[in-house]
T-cell receptor, first 112, second 110 residues
Framework: DVKVTQSSRYLVKRTGEKVFLECVQDMDHENMFWYRQDPGLGLRLIYFSYDVKMKEKGDIPEGYSVSREKKERFSLILESASTNQTSMYLC???????????FGQGTRLTVV | GEDVEQSLFLSVREGDSSVINCTYTDSSSTYLYWYKQEPGAGLQLLTYIFSNMDMKQDQRLTVLLNKKDKHLSLRIADTQTGDSAIYFCAESANDYKLSFGAGTTVTVRA
């Protein structure tokens, strides 16, 4: 089975802190994604990556950056966390040309 | 840009059929998906349909696609309490982006 693992289920951070959310997939997928999920808004794409060291902005990249140094790992970085970044963050991976995206369990981030 | 819309809530009696509707705007969509999210979990793919198909059936699930109206529906027959979840409609026109609706929270009552 494909496994997408997010390093934390719950995080609480202070405003202004630098926050790292880590995601690892074990199926050698080319494409990886970071979404945030908010009630009534569904999932919104923050960034995606189609290869090592490659990244593209999604619909809401402001306040975020990403890093993909190895194929299996895709990190989301909040340079200076703000309260409006309190949300559920979901990582996903997908084989290039494949039909199904596989999701991690999510990280619920609270910024206080 | 892409836009996917679906109603936010559905309440259904156990044993009845559930129908969740979705509309999308991107006429170049290649795949259309239904994902399920149970409490505290990530998203799980339920089923998907190619844009050149009208219908797909998989056990209790039936997906109908009206490409002309850009309308997608998911029917769950004999709805059970374990079907209570958030259901997301999504569409994809390329390899890199899935666009999701806001999600429909389905509540199954006894």
């Amino acid at each position: 089975d494909v496994k997408v693992t997010q390093s934390s289920r719950y995080l609480v951070k202070r405003t202004g802190e630098k926050v790292f959310l880590e995601c690892v997939q074990d199926m050698d997928h080319e494409n990886m994604f970071w979404y945030r999920q908010d009630p009534g808004l569904g999932l919104r794409l923050i960034y995606f990556s189609y290869d090592v060291k490659m990244k593209e902005k999604g619909d809401i990249p402001e306040g975020y950056s990403v890093s993909r140094e190895k194929k299996e790992r895709f990190s989301l970085i909040l340079e200076s966390a703000s309260t409006n970044q309190t949300s559920m963050y979901l990582c996903a991976s997908k084989r290039g040309g494949g039909t199904e995206a596989f999701f991690g369990q999510g990280t619920r981030l609270t910024v206080v | 840009g892409e836009d996917v819309e679906q109603s936010l809530f559905l309440s259904v009696r156990e044993g009845d059929s559930s129908v969740i509707n979705c509309t999308y705007t991107d006429s170049s969509s290649t795949y259309l998906y239904w994902y399920k999210q149970e409490p505290g979990a990530g998203l799980q793919l339920l089923t998907y349909i190619f844009s050149n198909m009208d219908m797909k059936q998989d056990q209790r699930l039936t997906v109908l696609l009206n490409k002309k109206d850009k309308h997608l529906s998911l029917r769950i027959a004999d709805t059970q309490t374990g079907d209570s979840a958030i259901y997301f409609c999504a569409e994809s026109a390329n390899d890199y982006k899935l666009s999701f609706g806001a999600g429909t929270t389905v509540t199954v009552r006894a």
